[in-house]
């Protein structure tokens, strides 16, 4: 979409240049938006897994967000049992700096295994219909791994996520505050955060 936009403009780049540009100033972008909301997101996380195909070979994208649809950690993984669940948890703990007030995931058993050794003192509750908000995170990686024709490896799809959606929590509005009157003043919040980041000056 960036080479498309630019040769709108007289500016010819290549797709591969585009994509450097995304890795090489993305990261820096993600890393600036992480740092600003730590502290700030949910406790309340849902944990789901998606398989995704990568040359032949199956993947597991595990992802955590909270109540209101921020992501909170995704993990590629080649594994979808109690070590890899593990693995997520301990990365979020990490990353968030605390454990949740309550852990909700689809019926799977490795979330269960998983939560009595990182997190026992965690309520949990496992039950599909619960966990949408986990299920419907997924739908834009999808939309990306269909456009860019599938992923070429499982580092190249944990480096994409890891910037990514960092970047898509920036402009993420809760539900509750869609149909608000602040609505325009939270999306103008988000753009000043996103010149401040980008180093972009208001025209």
Known sequence: MVEDMLAARGVIVSHQTVRLWAEKFGRHFANDI????????????????????????????????????FVLDVLVQSRRNA?????????LLKGQGRSPRVMITDKLRSYGA?????????EHRSHKGLNNRAENSHQPIRRRERI????KSARQLQRFVSIHDPIA??????????????????????METW?????????
């Open 34 to 69: 992480c740092k600003r909301s730590a502290g700030r997101l949910g406790d309340k996380w849902h944990l789901d897994e998606v398989v995704i195909t990568i040359a032949g070979k199956k993947h597991w994208l595990w992802r955590a967000v909270d109540q209101d649809g």
């Open 83 to 91: 070590k890899a669940a593990k693995r997520l948890m301990r990365k």
């Open 114 to 122: 998983a939560k009595r050794e990182i997190m026992p003192g965690v």
């Open 148 to 151: 860019m024709k599938r992923f």
């Open 169 to 190: 929590n920036l402009f993420q509005i809760p539900r509750h505050d869609i149909s608000s009157t602040n609505h325009r003043e939270l999306r103008a919040a988000a």
């Open 195 to 203: 010149r401040q980041i980008a180093r972009i000056h208001a025209a």
